[in-house]
């Protein structure tokens, strides 16, 4: 856990970041018609200028939804365009533009579009922002179309300059999805890494200008489960490399030097499971593999700087292991520590006494819900003799007597209907889960008491004076 308002969170983010190899970051951008959300790490690190490491934009221009396609189902914030708007939002980028740490591409500041299709006249947007641009003595934006939501078309028929790869968008045109028996895979979108890695890299270079991306895994699960998740399955640090030393390869070859650029999706998106940051499984690997990468295919990587609470890498193999061992020692002794404390921990006991209260509970309505089941079946009895009685005198008794008698038996059937459906009677087969519940609930006696009072209204009809014995 971090908190990005922290300086010395970002602090530490750029020092790991540089240490291997990363040139800059790429901040998410967010403006809704003039609204922004989620500025404050940004807004920070312009007005501090610290870290004091290369940045730049994406806009992630798409409407907040609960549905993963951005429809209009489900609306959390909306986003609208205007002119008025646009000019108001390249006045509010050229203060960032200006920053001598942003990323620039032949001397005009990089900019990103996540969703170009949702602009409704692009070209009048970015030819606005140019003029803008000119006008307060600032460079040129370098537009780049993100390739997401199918849209992989030639960035010049948006009027931007360039476009960037964007995984895991487009990936079925890549590789076929997993086919295996199972749940999850029909639930769910799986993918190869190593088929995509191998893919990507056989792909022969578009005729427009478009600036590689790798991921270093995909999982979001996390975030979309319940709709279907995408998962690109089997990734290791050495398959990314290779991949990344490929890509950077290919780039460099392609690209004048200025124009080199190489994006990772991402440095710290865990919530769709793609990360450079370190986990508790691989620590720094995918780092150490970015930088492993970058050096192999003639990059420049500055020198290694110890980072924050960060040894120094050890000069032996015998070395790297002793300090191994020392450390899982730390963890099993804080692992022990924890331990005792909660086994001391006062909300245990408390919770032990909870369970005591509820068996004890449980055990009386086990008891309670034996007596029920014994009523109901003398309830049962009783109607079943009701019922003989009547058919015996419904050939020769009143046509009143005939129409009370059904009633009681109407009466004496809804009393048993209830007493059913009650979760009282329920409870014997859920009595652990319910407890609480049927315990609050007093209509399965009131049922009852009412199915007596139908039984000794009857009794005493029947023993009234000129009614026979067999009535």
Not at 271 to 289: I, K, N
Not at 317 to 324: H, I, K, M
Request: proline share 5%; aromatic share 12%; hydrophobic share 35%.
């Amino acid at each position: 856990f971090y908190d990005l308002r922290l300086p010395e969170a970002r602090q530490a983010q750029a020092d790991l970041a540089r240490e291997h190899g990363v040139g800059g970051f790429v901040y998410y951008h967010y403006w809704f018609d003039g609204r922004r959300l989620l500025e404050r790490p940004f807004e920070e690190v312009l007005r501090t200028g610290e870290p004091d490491f290369p940045f730049c934009l994406c806009w992630a221009n798409h409407r907040w939804t609960w549905k993963r396609d951005h429809s209009l189902e489900g609306r959390l914030q909306e986003m609208d365009y205007s002119e008025e708007d646009d000019r108001e939002h390249i006045r509010y980028l050229l203060g960032a533009f200006g920053d001598e740490r942003y990323i620039k591409v032949n001397g005009r500041p990089l900019f990103l579009i996540y969703w170009t299709d949702s602009i409704p006249d692009p070209k009048r947007t970015f030819a606005l922002w140019r003029e803008e641009a000119s006008r307060a003595g600032v460079a040129e934006p370098f537009i780049c179309k993100v390739d997401s939501f199918g849209n992989f078309r030639d960035p010049a028929e948006f009027g931007c300059d360039a476009s960037v790869e964007f995984w895991p968008h487009a990936v079925e045109t890549m590789i076929q999805r997993v086919r295996e028996p199972g749940e999850v895979y029909e639930e769910n979108q799986i993918f190869e890494y190593r088929q995509l890695v191998a893919n990507h890299l056989e792909r022969p270079w578009p005729d427009h200008k478009r600036f590689p991306c790798v991921v270093p895994h995909w999982d979001n699960t996390a975030r979309w489960k319940a709709t279907g998740a995408r998962m690109i399955r089997n990734s290791t640090p050495e398959l990314y490399g290779a991949w990344l030393e490929g890509v950077v390869r290919k780039t460099a070859a392609a690209y004048d030097p200025e124009e080199q650029l190489v994006f990772v999706n991402a440095w710290n998106e865990w919530g769709e499971g793609t990360y450079l940051e370190p986990d508790l499984v691989h620590g720094r690997a995918y780092l150490e593999a970015t930088r492993t990468a970058l050096k192999r295919a003639g990059a420049r990587v500055p020198a290694r700087n110890v980072s924050v609470g960060e040894a120094p890498e050890p000069a032996s193999a015998e070395e790297r292991n002793r300090l191994l061992l020392a450390k899982y020692e730390d963890l099993q002794r804080r692992y022990n520590e924890q331990l005792a404390f909660e086994e001391r921990s006062p909300l245990l006991q408390k919770s032990e006494q909870r369970y005591e209260e509820l068996l004890g509970e449980h055990n009386k309505l086990r008891h309670e819900n034996g007596l029920l089941e014994r009523r109901y079946a003398d309830l049962q009895r009783r109607s079943a003799k009701t019922e003989e009685r009547l058919a015996r005198i419904s050939a020769n008794q009143p046509l009143a007597d005939i129409e009370r008698l059904t009633t009681w038996m109407r009466q004496l059937d809804d009393g048993v209907q209830a007493f059913l459906q009650s979760s009282r009677y329920r409870a014997g087969e859920k009595v652990g889960r319910t407890l609480d519940t049927v315990l609050r609930r007093p209509q399965t006696k009131t049922s009852a008491d009412h199915l007596q009072d139908v039984l000794r209204e009857y009794r005493a009809w029947s023993k009234r004076p000129g009614k026979g014995k067999d009535r």
